[in-house]
């Protein structure tokens, strides 16, 4: 005798449909690690672009409210303690240059509000040549104010190169005159309210002639206008 439920094919296709439950894989490891990734750069590009903007916000209050104008840095005045031309005694052509001289600038701020002068380096220069710096050190200047800023620069037997040193020799014993070169850039930034304006620059460039007979400044011109002292 056969069995009915072996031979049912509507019992067999009811087996085959129920199937076990498979439960889904987990995404791998490094799938989430990319997304948590993308996630955090995202969040730090909305981050940087707000700082960005305020940066510039805070910028257009600086320009809107006190209207920003150049603060102004010349050279006034320059003081010769010596300034001492010697030829080598060795077969080379060659010389030394000793000096000792006092530089005085004025710093002037036109602005309504103070101005934050960064530390300077003026280059003292014959023929382009270095042969010392006058340095400045960083200061407060409170509006509408004029200041005085005094530096010096002590050369002591500076070697000067062979193409220029019969020229100095001659320019010291013979024609009573040794032009010289001050130049550099000024920093200065504006304070307001507590926020600090973008870096403004100020160049200096002077050149100064020296009298080794008289030890003082005969003449001396900053930008366009020179003057005979």
Partial sequence: ????????????????????????????????????????????????????????????????????????????????????????????????????????????????????YDPTAFDLMYHGVPLGVATVPGFEQPAHSARLVVSRVVVARVDVLQSDALELVRDAAVNDRVELRVAGDVGAKIRFIGLTSPRVQVSVDCAIVISPRRQAVTYKQCGVEGVNV
Avoid: E, W
Wanted: hydrophobic share 40%.
């Fill in 1 to 116: 005798m056969t069995s009915r439920a072996n031979g049912d094919p509507h019992s067999h296709n009811h087996h085959q449909h129920h199937r076990p439950f498979v439960p889904p894989r987990p995404l791998p490891h490094y799938a989430s690690s990319s997304a948590s990734f993308r996630g955090c750069c995202c969040c730090l590009f909305l981050l940087l672009t707000l700082l960005a903007l305020l940066a510039v916000a805070a910028t257009l209050v600086i320009v809107l409210a006190i209207k920003p104008k150049k603060p102004q840095f010349d050279l006034q005045q320059v003081s010769v303690q010596y300034l001492l031309v010697a030829p080598s005694q060795s077969p080379s052509t060659s010389a030394f240059l000793s000096l000792n001289i006092t530089l005085l600038f004025t710093a002037q701020n036109p602005n309504k509000v103070g101005i934050r």
